[in-house]
């Protein structure tokens, strides 16, 4: 039987606009099986990133709750839900969020150093996909990302 990893009870947002109260989410219920690939779908305004922030603890649900592999993530500490982040969620946003002040290499490296993967996980990404991308963009992956166009700065990111 699948293992139901992420699911919601209740869950509700409500967000104030000008003193009106819009309710984007109302009383939702999502269930996330384990090894599922799932997609969320809806107009644009429907929801769909304010769940995204919910169920990932980016941002806190106005009422109900969110549990991940049994554990009620809703009552985290901002602490512990930064934790929680690192370990079990992956993003890609419609806008990068790359750090200027780091190389890109760095950048995409980050997450995998605070989660403590070891140098030889990294050296093989460097040495394996990232240096085929690295050579594809002539190089320019182990420098800043400002001055790379948006195909080049996105590459490494999916690898
Ligand atoms: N931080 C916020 N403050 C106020 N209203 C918000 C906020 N975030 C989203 N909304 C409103 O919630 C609704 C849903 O937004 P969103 O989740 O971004 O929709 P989608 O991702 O489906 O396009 C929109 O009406 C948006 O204006
Ligand atoms: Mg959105």
């Known amino acids: 039987m699948k ?9 509700c947002k409500t967000f104030s606009n000008g003193g009106v109260q819009q309710h984007i989410l109302k009383n939702l219920d999502v269930e996330i099986y384990e090894g599922d690939f799932t997609v969320i779908m809806g107009s644009s305004g429907a929801g769909k990133s304010t769940l995204m922030y919910s169920l990932s603890g980016m941002d806190k649900p106005t009422l109900g709750k969110i549990y991940f592999s049994g554990e009620e993530i809703s009552k985290y500490s901002e602490d512990k839900l930064a934790i929680f982040r690192r370990k079990n969620c992956g993003f890609v946003f419609q806008q990068l969020y790359l750090l200027d002040k780091m190389s890109l290499l ?9 989660v403590n993967k070891n140098k030889k996980d990294n050296s093989c990404f460097i040495n394996g996909p ?3 991308v690295n050579d594809s963009c002539g ?7 400002h001055g790379l166009t948006w195909k080049s700065q996105t590459q490494p990111l999916y690898i």
């Open 139 to 145: 190089g320019k992956c182990k420098g800043w990302p």
């Open 3 to 11: 293992n139901r990893i992420l699911y919601t009870d209740k869950l």
């Open 106 to 114: 760095d950048n995409v490296l980050t997450s995998g150093l605070l």
């Open 130 to 132: 990232f240096c085929s």
